[in-house]
């Protein structure tokens, strides 16, 4: 069974500048998370959706960053202007749905952002 | 706040020796998932051992433990005849009927030879 896919694994960008991510979860899973973890830190729930529908996007800041999943499968992640507190790996993860609880999520290996 | 907490930030271990991280959560539903990841230094999270909470009994996989208290809101990690290989940050996590997934602060685990 293939994993959940992220590119780029590493980005280097200017303070301002935009940038974006991709995840391709694992083949049939519902739901799709993308954190936010702090060197040092736990990872923070950014966006949580459901098939193509958003669960939860409450600790997304919005005036800066964006996510969609296309078509319920695909997602991408993205940042516009960046920020020097954006730099951070941007975990990716995904979970089936067989009923009560989701078993557990499985998750990218991720992508560390670095903002100059 | 649904919130979980782990207020070790550091643990060291010697090599074949046990260790217990501790974790404690919150929440107002009745039914959820609790779970232990491992985040070595590749980053990639691995899941080490998941609880349900309608599920009294204790979860184990291999040298893997769960103490889990439901009254206390406690789910504590044991790591029997701890290995150099066991070196890596744990999270403690949280899923509950929505499947929203929230983690812990991490604790910091060495495992010395």
């Known amino acids: 069974e293939a994993g959940v896919a992220q590119s780029p694994r590493y980005k280097i960008i200017e303070k301002r500048q935009s940038v974006a991510f991709w995840c391709n979860p694992i083949?049939?899973?519902?739901?799709l998370y993308w954190y936010q973890q702090i060197l040092g830190q736990g990872p923070k729930l950014l966006i949580q959706?459901?098939?193509?529908?958003?669960?939860?996007d409450s600790q997304l800041p919005k005036d800066r960053f964006s996510a969609e999943r296309l078509k319920g499968v695909d997602s991408t992640l993205k940042i516009q202007p960046a920020k020097l507190e954006d730099s951070a790996v941007y975990l990716c993860?995904?979970?089936?749905?067989?009923?009560?609880?989701?078993?557990?999520?499985?998750f990218g290996q991720g992508t560390r952002l670095t903002v100059v | 706040a649904q919130t979980v907490t782990q207020s070790q930030p550091e643990m060291s271990v010697q090599e074949a020796e046990t260790v217990t991280l501790s974790c404690t959560y919150d929440?107002?539903?009745?039914?959820?998932?609790l779970f232990w990841y491992k985040q070595p230094p590749s980053r990639q999270m691995i899941l080490v051992i998941r609880?349900?909470?309608?599920?009294?009994q204790n979860a184990t996989e291999n040298r893997f433990s769960v103490n889990f208290q439901k009254a206390a809101k406690s789910f504590s990690l044991k790591i029997s005849d701890s290995q150099l290989g066991d070196t890596a940050m744990y999270f403690c996590?949280?899923?509950?009927?929505?499947?929203?997934?929230?983690f812990g602060s991490g604790t910091r685990l060495l495992v010395r030879p």
């Open positions: 993860a995904s979970s089936p749905q067989t009923g009560p609880g989701g078993l557990h999520a499985f």
């Open positions: 959706f459901q098939n193509n529908g958003v669960v939860d």
């Open positions: 996590a949280r899923m509950d009927s929505s499947y929203k997934l929230i």
């Open positions: 083949s049939g899973h519902a739901t």
């Open positions: 929440t107002s539903e009745s039914n959820y998932y």
């Open positions: 609880q349900e909470a309608y599920k009294q």
